[in-house]
């Protein structure tokens, strides 16, 4: 057996795309965004389709029929918005241990116009049937908001702080033209927003968008002979802790992070929090990037909502997050962690919208379902 | 148009003694017999980390916990009058649980302290189930 560490730097991307546009898309099917997504990467390498020999995504096989591809190697984790983090993770290990040489991950949501889109599932039976449903949770705004009063209530986290963290994402959309909201806003806009779920108001509340994003990855040999520069896998991490909110194992910290995904990705990566100078911490919704700055141990517990409150995120703040804008006001299709990977690579290849000087190692952690799954990245441009 | 029905649960063969407790005005949960703590939900084996002991039994709870977390929903199921408190609720004897906070006049955070002493209150619903609310002592 080999040790991770012997993983790092192994694989790169060496493609990476979106969809033309991302935002309404009513006149994309679902699996049409995968495709378009998919091509648009593939263009971005210089590669064809028949190139591509390892596939993953949340869909699976539909996605190779849809595209016409028969892989020797697939993957279709598809526990939620950090299942993309995973995959890469995956086809770190599979490309590697030589199961396939050029893998293809793609992304493609109709979440606003839900056009080509299965119907939703959870059986009456299931444990969140049972024991959550029928308290009148509906949808992520009132399940992943569910944790947060235990963490105003031990830290005394505010919901000024959670406003903090909506404002600072806001000035990074401003600076780029794709982002669906770019108006600035302030700390008292954001409080002053309707009450989705109290302590929530609606600008803590990510985005409902349609949109896809695809990578393409290969082995170190080979990745500097693609046309833009190579973005190397350091380190990975990845964990599930529940499905159901209320079943959540510590309401005041996010437990698979503290203690799995963020120090595997960093001791495979060998690098410690100084040498990350960006991060994308998947905003689903404003408490989530202060329980993940807190797990992964840039800041101490508690200490998450008085850092973004410092605007230390913001624009020329000290350690830039969410520069896309993130999934409170770039876009958000439901399952966003692919658009987190997306800025980071564009950010390390040089070429953001709201570009950072410098970045040379950026970190990108995301939750699946409620905090349910979880995964970390570390990749470098060096 | 049909009025959207509430989310009822339908029990399993491992939790219809939970169920069954409810209509019968007692709160049933688990016991792990080896660490000898209560949990949540009914399983036939204990789900704490380090335990995992498959000699587990049934105990009557007293219906009294904490309030461990809450949102005040504005937006939620359509089924549901909105604004109302979704709970999460740590039982004295062990195990988390979801819930609705009832019995409150004002809904306001500073109604609802976090760590707040509950109890249950058994609240008939439709299809002979009963479900566990609770509200503050
Ligand atoms: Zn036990």
Redo the contacts with the bound molecule.
């Keep these: 057996m080999f040790d991770t560490r012997e993983l790092r730097h192994k694989v790169a991307i060496v493609g990476a795309a979106e969809t033309n546009e991302v935002g309404v898309l009513p006149n994309h099917s679902q699996l049409q965004l995968h495709a378009e997504a998919a091509f648009n990467a593939l263009d971005d390498a210089g590669l064809t389709l028949d190139d591509i020999d390892g596939y993953a995504g949340v869909q699976g096989a539909a996605v190779t029929e849809y595209l016409g591809i028969m892989p020797r190697w697939i993957d279709a984790t598809g526990v939620g918005g950090c299942s993309f983090l995973i995959h890469v993770s995956h086809a770190v290990a599979a490309i590697a241990a030589g199961y396939c040489s050029t893998v293809l991950i793609t992304h493609g949501e109709s979440g606003r116009s839900r056009v080509g889109v299965g119907a939703p599932s959870g059986g009456r039976g299931e444990p969140g049937g049972q024991f959550d449903a029928p308290f009148g949770v509906a949808g992520p705004p009132s399940r992943f908001s569910v944790p947060i009063a235990a963490h105003m209530a031990k830290y005394g986290t505010t919901e000024e702080h959670l406003a903090a963290v909506s404002v600072a994402t806001r000035q990074w959309a401003s600076r780029n033209p794709r982002a669906m909201m770019r108006e600035p806003i302030t700390v008292e806009d954001v409080i002053n927003s309707r009450l989705i779920a109290w302590p929530l108001h609606l600008l803590n509340c990510c985005l409902v968008t349609d949109g896809g994003g695809a990578l393409i990855l290969t082995s170190e040999d080979r990745a500097r002979d693609f046309p833009k520069p190579p973005i190397y896998v350091l380190g990975r991490g990845e964990s599930a802790q529940h499905q159901n909110i209320s079943q959540m194992r510590d309401l005041t910290g996010w437990s698979a992070a503290a203690e799995i995904t963020g120090p595997e990705a960093f001791r495979m990566a060998g690098v410690g929090h100084d040498a990350i100078d960006h991060l994308m911490l998947y905003d689903a919704f404003s408490h989530t990037p202060i329980y993940a700055l807190e797990a992964l141990g840039f800041v101490g517990p508690g200490e998450g909502g008085p850092w973004f409150a410092e605007m230390n995120s913001a624009p020329g703040g000290t350690l830039p997050v969410n520069t896309n804008g993130g999934g409170l006001s770039y876009t958000h299709t439901g399952m966003y962690g692919m658009f987190a990977i997306q800025e980071a690579v564009r950010q390390l290849r040089g070429e953001a919208a709201a570009q950072v000087d410098g970045v040379r190692t950026s970190l990108v952690h995301a939750p699946g379902g409620m905090f349910s799954a979880t995964a970390t990245l570390i990749l470098s441009n060096e | 148009m049909a009025a959207i029905a509430k989310p009822l649960p339908q029990p399993t063969p491992e939790t219809q003694e939970y169920w069954d407790g409810l209509r019968r005005g007692e709160l049933r949960i688990q016991r ?1 017999n ?4 209560g ?1 949540f939900y009914p399983r036939p084996f ?1 789900p ?1 980390a380090g ?3 498959r000699d ?1 039994g049934w105990i009557t709870a007293s219906g009294k916990g904490t309030l461990a977390t809450y949102i005040i929903t504005h937006r939620g199921h359509p089924a549901f009058e909105a604004p109302y408190v979704i709970a999460l609720v740590e039982l004295e004897e062990g195990g988390r649980m979801m819930t609705n906070i009832v019995g409150l006049e004002d809904l306001e955070p500073a109604n609802l302290p976090v760590g707040a002493p509950v109890e249950i209150v058994f609240q008939p619903s439709e299809e002979d189930i009963t479900l566990p609310m609770f509200r503050l002592v």
């Design positions: 792990c080896t660490c000898g703590r949990y204990c704490r335990c995992h002991s587990v």
